[in-house]
């Protein structure tokens, strides 16, 4: 078992900046990525970004890639991800991911890649 716990979601203005983070503990020796998605009200969940664990290597959905920012702590267990210039369109639950290396023929945009899901945290941007 993993458990994921995210924080550092809030309310911001346009134009400003949150860092999230995604604490994971239990059986995290298998991790092979994490990831952020997010779902925005009336929608679908939305893959954001992800960061192979070990490689350090990151992958950006195009709405957030030159904004957004994907980091892990390996000694803490820890992904973040650090938004910056935040729009309105940004808002959303945002939940972090664990991919442990089991669904390798799923694309790693796809929900169903990932196998451990955080609670969630609430990202609200006002114009």
């Known amino acids: 078992q993993v458990q994921l716990v995210e924080s550092g979601g809030g309310l911001v203005q346009a134009g400003g900046s949150l860092r999230l983070s995604c604490a994971a503990s239990?059986?995290?020796?298998?991790?092979?990525?994490m990831a952020w998605f997010r779902r925005a009200p009336g929608k679908g969940r939305e893959f954001v970004a992800r960061i192979v664990w070990s490689a350090g290597s990151t992958y950006y959905a195009d709405s957030v890639k030159g904004r957004f920012t994907i980091s892990r702590d390996n000694a803490k267990n820890t992904v973040y991800l650090q938004m910056n210039s935040l729009k309105p369109e940004d808002t959303a639950v945002y939940y972090c991911a664990r991919d442990g290396g089991s669904n390798v023929r799923t694309v790693v945009t796809a929900a169903t890649r990932y196998d451990y899901w955080g609670q969630g945290t609430q990202v609200t941007v006002s114009s």
């Open positions: 239990g059986r995290t020796s298998s991790t092979y990525a």
